[in-house]
């Protein structure tokens, strides 16, 4: 069974760092690329970095760019977000999403197929 | 950036009910949309895929049709454990991957 567990939320003041980690198990993780997503309370999904199988190609969201690294340690399972210079409207749930793709000829389809169940990040003074 | 409008952002129904939820994008992205399901305090949870392909597992009743700028997610007879909100995501242009607003849908 595919699983996705989150850890490392909590409250942090502004201009504070956190370190989020992503557990995976239940399938071969170094052959997915995974990303992060996040969920202000109340509002809805923000997708805030991409990590390929290979860790060769990161992408970032403008919001969060120069502030957020993305990482991952595919002996350990393990996904990670370090989170630095955190200002308010960094509060939310964040999501570890796993990447599927559904190749067809030439192209494929991606999407989102499993989330873990999320860890909340309050930065608040 | 590509952006997401779903309407309506909130629907009422009774159970029984034929549902339909649409998402519109600013510019073209042939069928590269997803629809996810989230419920309170929940993690979404994937329904459609490449527009109208059913992730495994997903009752029938959920469809999702459209390609370009405009898609439609369908409930055919709403059940009790549907009441939920409900995001579509374009997979068009990465790294800038976007959702929709949402559309909560709730109990008549």
């Known amino acids: 069974e595919v699983q996705l567990v989150e850890s490392g939320g909590g409250l942090v003041q502004p201009g504070g760092s956190l370190r989020l980690s992503c557990a995976a198990s239940?399938?071969?993780?170094?052959?997915?690329?995974m990303n992060w997503v996040r969920q202000a309370p109340g509002k809805g999904l923000e997708w805030v970095s991409y990590?390929?199988?290979?860790?060769?190609?990161?992408y970032y969201a403008d919001s969060v760019k120069g502030r957020f690294t993305i990482s991952r340690d595919n002996a350990k399972n393990s996904l990670y977000l370090q989170m630095n210079s955190l200002r308010d409207e960094d509060t939310a749930v964040y999501y570890c999403?796993?990447?599927?793709?559904?190749?067809?000829?030439?192209?494929?389809?991606?999407?989102?197929?499993?989330w873990g169940q999320g860890t909340l990040v309050t930065v608040s003074s | 950036d590509i952006q997401l409008t779903q309407s309506p952002s909130f629907l009422s129904a009774s159970v029984g009910d034929r549902v339909t939820i649409t998402c519109r994008a600013s510019?073209?992205?042939?069928?590269?949309l997803a629809w996810y399901q989230q419920k309170p305090g929940k993690a979404p949870k994937l329904l459609i895929y490449?527009?109208?392909t059913l992730q495994s597992g997903v009752p029938s009743r959920f469809s999702g049709s459209g390609s370009g700028t405009e898609f439609t997610l369908t409930i055919s007879s709403l059940q009790p454990e549907d009441f939920a909100t409900y995001y579509c995501?374009?997979?068009?242009?990465?790294?800038?991957?976007?959702f929709g607003g949402g559309t909560k849908v709730e109990i008549k």
């Open positions: 490449a527009a109208s």
């Open positions: 999403a796993r990447e599927f793709r559904d190749y067809y000829g030439s192209g494929s389809y991606s999407t989102f197929d499993y």
């Open positions: 995501q374009q997979l068009n242009s990465y790294p800038l991957l976007t």
């Open positions: 510019q073209g992205i042939s069928s590269y």
């Open positions: 990590i390929s199988s290979s860790s060769s190609t990161i």
């Open positions: 239940g399938f071969t993780f170094s052959s997915y690329s």
